[in-house]
């Protein structure tokens, strides 16, 4: 059972975010280029998910897990615990060809146009699999067998190894194949106690920490550059006109009754959780307090000790 699914926020919020930034902004490429660097990552997840979904009948599934092992972060892309055993599939994504080479202790990527070197994934792995061992001994749970794996997700990614072949093609494998990888392991375990999987899955998911996306912050964004304005759901335009008790796009002469809801959430989810009736007049570019309140009143609920307005 999948109990933890991986959920876009990050990108939802990155895509709320360049919808609002102006080009010129001195931040804007930097977060254009990130943003497709984790939009790319997303979808390697997501193809991975596709594999590992199929061992959710037996197994607990974790995606995207977050914890805090002795005062520092853990992350993991996923975590699958059977009867016998709990295992780590970390997703990499890479274009060309990657390099393991067993003797220098190096991992390599060549996209026909550089050679570049990154942090080993399997001493990152073996590391996370120290912290997650860590972790159950900081819980007072019984200690339990830890394998990793990693998810090459492009099925076109040339995976070389130079020395131990044996050795990296033990935990190193492209998407569709990591499902029998964990299977192997399966059988070999089973004169322990069973774990009690669903339990350990969901104790898990309570001490999770939930991911807060703070771009703004992270990224030295202030309010004030945040464009305001109803965008036009039909050209894209910013700054469709309130008109009659609709909106009106000056650019393609669309008109719409909702247009005004994305521009509240987009407040919401990028400068703070709550707006007032002056913040949302301004945001919205509307001069009325009384249709602002309207507006306000049919998505969201009214904070009298905050006087503001926020999520139900
Ligand atoms: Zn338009």
């Known amino acids: 059972m999948i109990i933890k699914k991986r959920n ?3 990108l939802d919020q990155y895509e709320a975010l360049l919808s609002r930034m102006r080009p010129e902004h001195p ?3 930097e977060v254009e280029s990130d943003y497709a660097r984790r939009k790319k990552g997303y979808i390697g997840e997501r193809q991975v998910d596709y594999y590992l979904e199929d061992l959710a009948p037996e197994m607990t599934i974790l995606q995207d897990l977050n914890l805090s092992v002795e005062g520092k972060n853990m992350q ?5 615990i059977s009867q016998y055993a709990a295992y780590i599939v970390e997703v990499k994504n890479f274009t060309g060809s990657i390099t393991f080479d067993t003797e220098l202790q190096q991992f390599t990527r060549d996209d026909s146009t550089q050679e570049k070197g990154f942090r080993h994934p399997i001493q990152q792995a073996e590391l996370q699999k120290q912290r997650l061992q860590a972790w159950l001994q900081e819980m007072n749970l019984p200690p339990i067998p830890i394998y990793y794996f ?13 020395g131990n072949k044996e050795e990296i093609a033990k935990v190193v494998a492209h ?5 029998n990888k964990i299977k192997q392991h399966e059988d070999r375990g089973s004169n ?5 999987h669903q339990k350990l899955g969901h104790f898990l998911m309570q001490a999770a920490r939930k991911r807060e996306y703070k771009l703004m912050r992270n990224y030295e964004i202030r309010p004030e550059d945040i464009l305001p304005g109803v965008r036009c759901p039909g050209c894209g335009y910013l700054g469709m006109r309130r008109l009659y008790g609709k909106w009106l796009c000056p650019k393609c002469k669309m008109i719409s009754k909702e247009a005004h809801k994305r521009a509240i959430y987009d407040y919401l989810f990028l400068i703070q959780p709550t707006i007032s009736n002056r913040e949302c007049r301004r945001h919205l570019n509307i001069s009325s307090k009384n249709i602002a309140t309207k507006l306000l009143k049919k998505e969201l609920v009214y904070d009298k000790t905050k006087r503001s307005w926020k999520n139900r």
């Open 76 to 80: 993991l892309d996923n975590l699958l």
């Open 8 to 10: 876009k926020t990050e």
């Open 27 to 29: 931040k804007f490429r």
């Open 192 to 196: 322990q106690q069973p774990i009690q």
């Open 175 to 179: 998407a569709a194949h990591i499902p």
């Open 150 to 162: 990693i998810a090459i997700s492009d099925p076109s990614t040339i995976i070389r190894v130079e």
